[in-house]
């Protein structure tokens, strides 16, 4: 335990070093969940077998990094729109090894496609 508590010393100092440029302290939990907790005047303390950033509190034991970041990564994002495209007007078409490829050759997987409208992915199923 004085091992973890004189690392997490160690960490603060060069915490606060680099603190300036990014707004956000996130941590990853071991289950893969994320946390951001803003860093301006940001207070983090360890005390039996927790550490509290903020007003978030960690087990040590859950936690598995912990790194700067400039956006906040709790916050989950995702695909906002699905849409069904045509695709007789795609002027290229590329597999993920990125061989250009036809309409023809297409199989079950994931192309790239390249038409007036822009870039997309696109599932074949």
């Given at each position: ?7 997490f ?42 550490l ?35 695709l ?38």
């Amino acid at each position: 335990m004085k091992r973890v508590f004189i690392f997490f010393l160690m960490m603060m100092g060069t915490l606060a070093t680099y603190a300036d440029d990014f707004p956000y302290l996130t941590f990853v939990t071991t289950t893969g969940e994320k946390t951001s907790v803003g860093s301006a005047s940001l207070i983090i303390t360890v005390e039996d077998g927790k550490l509290k950033a903020g007003s978030q509190t960690f087990v040590l034991s859950d936690l598995a990094k912990m790194y700067f970041s400039t956006s906040d990564e709790s916050t989950s994002t995702g695909i906002e729109e699905v849409g069904i495209d045509s695709l007789d007007d795609a002027a290229e078409i590329y597999d993920l090894q990125g061989r250009k490829t036809s309409m023809s050759q297409m199989r079950r997987g994931i192309y790239i496609i390249k038409n007036k409208n822009g870039t997309s992915k696109v599932s074949v199923k």
